[in-house]
């Protein structure tokens, strides 16, 4: 298999971007859905940052080096890539953050609703945001199956509130029919693209969703910690209102009025002072993603997970596969079960094979089509090989280690 994973490297027309980014000598990055790589650029952006703009020019450069506007130009980046007009979508906190907002946004607009209808092992986050409001008495929590969500749908719901690719088996919801068989029951739609944006085709206007959100460390590749952005239809503009009634989302912020006055649009998201360094890592991150393109990140996502399955076949490896077997049912990622997985995951590891663990049981492989190589596939076939037959992942003893989103 490695031969023919090589003669596909060869003939990948994204080869080259490999190049673009910052990759360990000896190690297959499987973890992107996690943290995404570093773009070789980014340094040198940061450098220029701290440097020139915030060294040399100073205060000067929230307006010489445009520092106020940069939250609505990386959001007018990352619009195309989710399907969205660039004034619908801006930069600003965490997904927790913007998760809160929008949440609350929704039951300001559905008056006499209070259910948040979501489904169980829904990221966290997602969950821990509704349960966050519902103690404040202002929502109540419905948790649904996913074959049963569209009947858990009535009069009570306000909100919908899904991610669109689950972080754990990288199933894939049907964004177009969810969203409208939440609107025929008079609720609205929140999306969570954090393991979706970047890495697979998005349509949101397209679908009539409500709001999004999303990460910008993962597939955007903005960084540990990096900036998360929002989404909301240019139709809901006028009706948004949002707690969070921070400065920044004033309609003039340097009029330093007394009393809150919503900026227009989307920019009324914003609440406290953008954090420039990571907003400007963010946008290297995005530049590239769209350079290369989504819909070709797409396909050779796909291409690069099928074989993968292909080396496991051809090398007698057996695991339980959790994600959906159709390659366009799932995102970019495939995750196994198996009842070791957290000691299978680190033996990985210590091979220089880098992937992750979701408890209790599933080892998850991201691929990150930017920077990963048909030969990685095939490596990585043959180390987990060896791994469950030398049962080596029996024998060590690993350190705990952290598990990221």
């Not at 027309?13 to 859905?33: H, K, Q, S, T």
């Not at 991610?163 to 025929?184: F, I, N, P, Q, R």
């Not at 080892?363 to 596939?377: C, I, V």
């Not at 180390?383 to 705990?400: D, K, M, N, P």
Request: with cysteine.
């Amino acid at each position: 298999m490695l031969e023919r994973a090589r003669e596909l490297d060869t003939a990948d027309p994204l080869a080259d971007y490999r190049d673009r980014f910052d990759l360990p000598e000896g190690v297959i990055y499987l973890d992107g859905n996690s943290l995404g790589a570093l773009p070789k650029t980014t340094p040198d952006r940061l450098a220029q940052v701290i440097g020139e703009e915030w060294g040399h020019d100073l205060i000067k450069s929230w307006n010489t080096a445009d520092w106020i506007s940069l939250p609505q130009r990386v959001g007018g980046k990352i619009a195309p890539l989710i399907g969205a007009q660039s004034h619908e979508v801006i930069v600003a906190d965490s997904v927790s953050v913007n998760l809160f907002k929008l949440i609350s946004a929704a039951l300001a607009m559905n008056p006499g609703r209070k259910v948040i209808l979501s489904e169980p092992g829904n990221f966290p986050t997602d969950l821990y945001m509704i349960q966050g409001l519902e103690k404040q008495g202002l929502a109540t929590q419905r948790l649904a199956a996913r074959d049963a969500l569209v009947d858990a749908l009535d009069e009570d719901v306000a909100l919908l509130l899904l991610t669109h690719v689950h972080y754990k088996t990288g199933e894939k919801h049907d964004m177009a029919s969810l969203t409208k068989a939440a609107h025929e029951a008079g609720a609205l739609v929140l999306w969570d693209l954090s393991h979706t944006g970047g890495a697979m085709p998005v349509e949101l206007n397209e679908c009539a969703a409500d709001f999004a959100v999303g990460c910008g460390y993962k597939y955007l590749n903005g960084g540990p910690g990096a900036p998360a952005y929002a989404f909301v239809a240019e139709r809901h503009h006028e009706a948004l209102e949002q707690p969070l009634s921070g400065w920044m989302g004033h309609a003039q912020p340097f009029a330093f009025d007394d009393d809150y006055q919503p900026a227009p649009g989307v920019d009324r998201l914003l609440c406290g002072t953008a954090p420039i360094l990571s907003v400007a890592a963010l946008e290297e991150g995005v530049d590239l993603v769209a350079e290369i393109g989504v819909d070709r990140l797409w396909e050779k996502s796909r291409a690069l997970s099928e074989f993968f399955r292909e080396c496991l076949s051809e090398a007698g490896v057996k695991l339980d596969l959790v994600s959906p077997e159709d390659a366009y049912h799932r995102g970019s990622q495939l995750s196994f079960r198996h009842e070791d997985a957290y000691a299978l995951c680190q033996a990985l590891i210590a091979r220089g094979v880098i992937g992750d663990f979701r408890a209790p049981d599933v080892l998850r492989l991201g691929f990150a089509p930017a920077y990963l190589r048909f030969e990685d596939m095939a490596e990585t076939a043959r180390h987990l090989a060896e791994v469950l037959e030398s049962g080596e992942w029996r024998q060590a003893e690993f350190s705990e280690r952290a598990a990221v989103t």
